[in-house]
């Protein structure tokens, strides 16, 4: 609970930007509740300084995932994000929407899951179709065969010359 109260005044600091030194936020193997997530999420709306942010292993499920998208869809600064080892699947989806919104994100990292949905890999080639900013995305092992052609799919976008050439 102390880590918790914590990380929400470090968050709310972010939100205010009264910590316009701070770039790089990483944050691992602590659980993140419903409450620090939305303070979190709060933060990124107005923060203008946070360029990378690491959530690793801090249990992130498919609804707190989709609270942080929702957020990511109104900065411009942050550039990296990663959100490895973590427990949703589907609600990578909202990340792909974000993608498709927001052209900040130039590397995202959602690897390290144990099987991600066939239905995450659709809605992010269709959002690499329109995103040209993200260079590096980095996705979790795939379910079955058919994710197998969505991520050549995915990694034939991510090589498109025009992409590179952004």
Same mark, same amino acid.
């Given at each position: 609970?102390?880590?918790?109260?914590?990380?929400?005044?470090?968050?709310?600091?972010?939100?205010?930007?009264?910590?316009p030194t701070l770039d790089t =936020?990483?944050?691992?193997?602590?659980?993140?509740?419903?409450?620090?997530?939305?303070s979190l999420a709060e933060a990124l709306k107005t923060n203008t300084a946070l360029e990378k942010l690491t959530l690793d292993d801090c249990e992130l499920d498919d609804s707190r995932v989709v609270v942080l998208a929702t957020a990511l869809e109104?900065?411009?600064?942050?550039?990296?994000?990663?959100?490895?080892?973590?427990?949703?699947?589907?609600?990578?989806?909202?990340?792909a929407h974000t993608l498709q919104i927001s052209m900040a994100l130039t590397e995202l990292d959602l690897s390290s899951h144990i099987v991600m949905p066939v239905a995450v890999l659709?809605?992010?080639?269709?959002?690499?179709q329109v995103n040209?900013? =993200?260079?590096?995305?980095r996705?979790?092992?795939?379910?079955?065969?058919?994710?197998?052609?969505?991520?050549?799919?995915?990694d034939?976008?991510?090589r498109d010359p025009v992409r590179q050439a952004a």
């Open positions: 609970p102390e880590v918790q109260k914590g990380l929400m005044h470090l968050f709310c600091k972010l939100g205010d930007n009264t910590i =936020l990483r944050i691992t193997d602590i659980t993140l509740g419903d409450q620090t997530i939305a109104c900065n411009s600064t942050l550039s990296t994000l990663w959100m490895r080892y973590n427990k949703f699947g589907n609600g990578a989806i909202a990340l659709d809605a992010m080639a269709g959002a690499l040209t900013s =993200l260079q590096k995305l996705l979790g092992a795939p379910d079955g065969f058919g994710a197998f052609r969505k991520l050549d799919e995915i034939a976008l991510l």
